[in-house]
């Protein structure tokens, strides 16, 4: 059964920080990664989709990276804001079920 | 813009009630899902439909149900056999081409039972 894991569970950082989550899979035979923002009380907003093909996804301040063979992702955050203060979470589906499998979670506090 | 929609965004259920959970969609996606939300716990699988009228038991089935009748729409119900239904519920959907297009989420329907 795929198990995802989420590295730290909660982060603070001064305003301006370049900071990295972390998650790990222990089933590689996924075939994308997608990573999600959560807002306290609001849904999942998707952030970036990777392709298991592909080792990299960018958009603006937001980096994301997939290794399959290692059964690691991380999601790399520039210069951070206080808006982006949330919980951001990782999922995987595993193999050829359509369920998402997800991380717990890291909540991040971006400080003025 | 495609998305998807639930309501109500809250709602309040006595003991013993039966409550329906509205989730609608316009991204002509094949699959949705329900997850519920607990703090500490993340995310759970309830039901998953991968066409219109089947679906399938997820994780935590017991004491809910859904319908599929129409492509768009794949309400939840909580049943008074629910005995902890107090959560955070989350409709999702994923289209045919999941593996380059994902999973997309609404906003949430939070369950109290008073």
């Known amino acids: 059964k795929q198990e995802v894991t989420q590295i730290p569970a909660a982060l603070s950082v001064p305003e301006g920080e370049n900071l990295v989550l972390n998650c790990s899979f222990t089933?590689?035979?996924?075939?994308?990664l997608q990573w999600f923002r959560q807002d306290p009380g609001k849904g999942l907003t998707s952030l970036l989709l990777?392709?298991?093909?592909?080792r990299e996804q960018t958009s603006g301040r937001l980096n994301a990276s997939l290794d399959k063979s290692s059964g690691r992702s991380t999601l790399y955050i520039a210069a951070s804001q206080p808006g982006d203060s949330a919980t951001y979470l990782c999922?995987?589906?595993?193999?050829?079920?359509?369920?998402?499998?997800f991380g717990s979670g890291t909540q991040l506090t971006v400080l003025p | 813009d495609g998305g998807i929609t639930q309501s109500p965004k809250y709602l309040f259920r006595k003991e013993g009630q039966n409550v329906t959970l509205s989730c609608e969609q316009n991204?002509?996606?094949?699959?949705m899902y329900w997850y519920r939300q607990d703090p500490g716990q993340g995310l759970r699988l309830i039901y998953y439909?991968?066409?219109?009228?089947?679906?399938q038991k997820g994780d935590i089935a017991e004491g809910y149900s859904v319908s599929r009748e129409k492509k768009e729409s794949f309400p939840l119900t909580v049943t008074s056999a629910q005995k902890n239904p107090t959560a955070f519920y989350l409709c999702?959907?994923?289209?045919?081409?999941?593996?380059?297009?994902?999973?997309?989420f609404g906003s949430g329907t939070r369950l109290t039972v008073v």
């Open positions: 990777i392709q298991s093909s592909q």
């Open positions: 999922a995987v589906p595993p193999g050829s079920a359509r369920q998402l499998t």
């Open positions: 439909s991968q066409i219109v009228n089947d679906f």
């Open positions: 089933d590689s035979a996924i075939y994308n």
């Open positions: 991204l002509n996606h094949d699959a």
């Open positions: 999702a959907s994923s289209p045919e081409d999941r593996v380059s297009r994902g999973y997309t």
